[in-house]
């Protein structure tokens, strides 16, 4: 019988849910269960798809085209398997899915309510991924704290789940031990107070992970273990790291794991094999180099708004033993008087995605600084229209090349739209989204970095190259590297003659984990070290 954990938090919001969800995860993972996580939103909007960054940082998109949260991104590159539609869950959907029904004469004209038609919705959701045998232990983010208005139909859920399954679930509170510097002490009320709330909803944690700045005392744990109605091994210490990579390794040392199992009535399989991940650590944290990339993107002042991006560096940084610092750049920022300027020190540009016309200048003039002067340079969805639109304008010669979703009256729409897209109207879900396979050609740099000529990635998009310019492009330079097979759409373009000018219309950085560094992001970092080899290597000869 499949087992499911729910992860609550109280007391504060962002004390990281979705990280100690993945660490545990990848902890029964590595002892050899079969472990899922899954995301359940208080919001009213169907899906992330809509919201904007500044709300909601990153929409986070899966391989069957669902968009979701950013902490799912987190959930697959802690484990290496990839998520669903089914994986995360809003209110929105919840209500969505009852309405539905009820206007089908599901519930034969009984009134709708909360309880208990939304309550048992969200507990149908909440086992899908456990119907088909294909895990054996499911983990269940809420969002949102205890005490939220908007969570009490999860908190309600849970509570009857709990009654339903028994011994087969158990519940894991997130809360806050804080450190009152005037008083010089670690503070458990707050503790107390958000489990408390938790009891009188009619749920009884069964441990507690306690984030803190400081190291809980033996004394804190039992303080906490008997006003909270827990054991005192069931009190778990989660104190602040250098990277959330740590976690696992932490939770690991405080036996998470192990009292989870215990709980569960299951078996303490294999110890866990986490070879690899403390090899990804070790190259993390020991750098043999370092180089400095620019981010080019209209939201780089939210530090979750390019979250899988950020993330995917990491990984490729240890892949290439080098420490990776992320320069953010403001594309409203960037002139032709100035551009210079911001990129001087830059061993490489990375043109971030997103959607609007705001910031489009600047990084048309980023890419055209790069280009020119032989910077390695990657475009991820926007970032690839923008590479086509600059070369298009300095190379071709076309001066009012654009893209339609900027310019409807562009008499040079290098970026078009699909017919059949040209007639969708809402907003959301209506985008290319999700997998698509992508063919790429022998002998460039594309098929090289892969090692095969076919590929599939991640979509998120509605604008596509325009093919009325194809062989006006290829045959001044720009090659279309990679084709979707299906309808020959452009996937992926690259310059001759450049160290390395890569631009692509997915997504790669939604496929990087821990145990899979994306290949373009691995190679990109190898070409900014081989950049910044090349400069230092002239900066020497001038000192000579």
Request: aromatic share 8%; with cysteine; net charge neutral.
């Amino acid at each position: 019988m499949t087992k499911y954990i729910f992860v609550t938090g109280g007391v504060t919001s962002s004390l990281g849910k979705g990280i100690i969800s993945a660490s545990l995860a990848k902890l029964l993972q590595a002892r050899g269960y079969r472990v899922t996580i899954q995301k359940f939103d208080p919001y009213i909007n169907i899906d992330p798809g809509t919201l904007n960054p500044y709300e909601h940082g990153e929409c986070y998109v899966t391989e069957d085209g669902a968009e979701t949260d950013l902490d799912l991104g987190h959930y697959e590159r802690f484990l290496n398997v990839p998520t669903s539609q089914a994986n995360n869950i809003t209110t929105g959907r919840i209500y969505q899915n009852v309405i539905n029904k009820e206007r089908q004469g599901a519930y034969l004209g009984k009134t709708v309510q909360v309880v208990p038609h939304i309550t048992d919705e969200i507990k149908r959701n909440m086992q899908i991924l456990g119907q088909d045998g294909l895990f054996d232990i499911i983990i269940t983010e809420l969002g949102g704290t205890v005490g939220d208005i908007e969570s009490l139909p999860y908190i309600e859920a849970v509570r009857q789940l709990r009654w339903e399954l028994g011994a087969s679930s158990l519940v894991i509170h997130l809360t806050l031990v804080p450190f009152l510097a005037a008083a010089g002490e670690l503070k458990t009320k707050p503790t107390q107070h958000s489990v408390k709330m938790l009891l009188e909803y009619g749920i009884q944690p069964d441990i507690l992970v306690c984030r803190t700045e400081h190291h809980l005392s033996q004394e804190i744990r039992k303080k906490i273990a008997l006003f909270c109605n827990v054991n005192i091994n069931a009190v778990v210490e989660s104190i602040d790291a250098s990277t959330i990579y740590d976690v696992p390794l932490l939770m690991l040392k405080e036996q998470l794991d192990k009292t989870v199992l215990t709980k569960l009535r299951l078996p303490h399989k294999l110890e866990p094999h986490l070879e690899s991940w403390k090899d990804f650590l070790g190259r993390l944290k020991n750098p043999t180099s370092e180089i400095t990339v620019g981010l080019v993107g209209k939201y780089v002042e939210l530090p979750d708004a390019y979250k899988s991006i950020i993330e995917s560096f990491i990984h490729a940084g240890a892949k290439n033993e080098c420490k990776v610092h992320v320069k953010s750049i403001h594309s409203e920022s960037i002139t032709s008087s100035n551009v210079a300027e911001k990129f001087k020190n830059l061993h490489g540009v990375l043109v971030a995605p997103g959607f609007g016309s705001r910031g489009i200048d600047g990084k048309i003039e980023a890419i055209r600084y790069v280009r020119e002067h032989n910077i390695p340079f990657f475009g991820i969805c926007l970032g690839m229209q923008c590479a086509v639109i600059e070369y298009g304008r300095n190379v071709l010669g076309l001066n009012d090349a654009h893209s339609i979703e900027m310019d409807e009256n562009s008499e040079n729409p290098v970026i078009s739209m699909m017919e059949e897209q040209k007639k969708v109207v809402n907003k959301g879900g209506t985008m290319r989204l999700g997998s698509y396979a992508c063919d790429l050609r022998k002998g460039t740099k594309a098929a090289a970095i892969y090692g095969k000529t076919h590929i599939t990635e991640r979509h998120r998009h509605r604008y596509e190259f325009n093919n009325s310019y194809l062989a006006l492009y290829e045959n001044s330079g720009m090659i279309p590297s990679g084709i979707n097979p299906d309808n020959n759409l452009v996937e992926v373009v690259e310059l001759k003659n450049h160290p390395f000018f890569v631009g692509v219309q997915f997504h790669p950085e939604l496929k990087s984990t821990v145990d899979n560094p994306h290949p373009l992001f691995v190679n990109f970092v190898a070409a900014c070290l081989n950049y910044e080899n090349k400069e230092v290597k002239i900066a020497n000869l001038k000192l000579k």
